[in-house]
T-cell receptor, first 113, second 111 residues
Framework: DADVTQTPRNRITKTGKRIMLECSQT?????MYWYRQDPGLGLRLIYYSFDVKDINKGEISDGYSVSRQAQAKFSLSLESAIPNQTALYFCATSDPDRESEAFFGQGTRLTVV | GDSVTQMEGPVTLSEEAFLTINCTYT??????LFWYVQYPGEGLQLLLK?????DKGSNKGFEATYRKETTSFHLEKGSVQVSDSAVYFC??????????FGSGTRLLVRP
């Protein structure tokens, strides 16, 4: 089983719909992240969390929200999806005891039509 | 804020050619630096890292040296293989423990 699991792997949704992307990890890490990948733009940070009670906005948080349900679970929601949120989304964890090496899920490809 | 700039791709090489992918950064202090690799259809995985000036990270024949004088962390490999075809991301850890990524460089190695 993967250490960082994202569901769904692919999703097509309509403009205006609410959608949730889920992430769970078995690494035991406190730090979790959501990134968005767009061609030519690399990965941009949406939200991050350093423990269950700690949620922080990244550089592109508008239009997104998150929930840290437990140490192992970190969900990303699009409250009202729009076409320019079509992208590849990655969840990641990191380990401060290993110079913050990050471990990534396989990604969720989201298409908003 | 902190940032990472890496050369645009795609980079196309023949097998056994020498590879350099340039990466420079802007940051306060001396952040840890990373190279991540993304194979088709997969998430990113750590390739190598360096945590202080003059450190050399290495893995799978790839190397990168932390140069604070030039604020650079260029990725090199002496002889690339077809299996090295992937997207390579340079990254740093900022003072708030967030990873900041460059835009990625696609490498295509032809047999």
């Amino acid at each position: 089983d993967a250490d960082v699991t994202q569901t769904p792997r692919n999703r097509i949704t309509k403009t205006g719909k609410r959608i949730m992307l889920e992430c769970s990890q078995t690494k035991g890490h406190d730090r979790m992240y959501w990134y968005r990948q767009d061609p030519g733009l690399g990965l941009r940070l949406i939200y991050y969390s350093f423990d269950v009670k700690d949620i922080n906005k990244g550089e592109i948080s508008d239009g997104y929200s998150v929930s840290r349900q437990a140490q192992a679970k970190f969900s990303l929601s699009l409250e009202s999806a729009i076409p320019n949120q079509t992208a590849l989304y990655f969840c990641a964890t990191s380990d401060p005891d290993r110079e913050s090496e990050a471990f990534f899920g396989q990604g969720t490809r989201l298409t908003v039509v | 804020g902190d940032s990472v700039t890496q050369m645009e791709g795609p980079v196309t090489l023949s097998e056994e050619a020498f590879l350099t992918i340039n990466c420079t950064y802007t940051a306060t202090g001396y952040p840890s630096l990373f190279w991540y690799v993304q194979y088709p259809g997969e998430g990113l995985q750590l390739l190598l890292k360096a945590t202080k000036a003059d450190d050399k990270g290495s893995n799978k024949g790839f190397e990168a040296t932390y140069r604070k004088e030039t604020t650079s962390f260029h990725l090199e490999k002496g002889s690339v293989q077809v299996s090295d075809s992937a997207v390579y991301f340079c990254a740093l850890e900022d003072s708030s423990y967030k990873l900041i990524f460059g835009s990625g460089t696609r490498l295509l190695v032809r047999p």
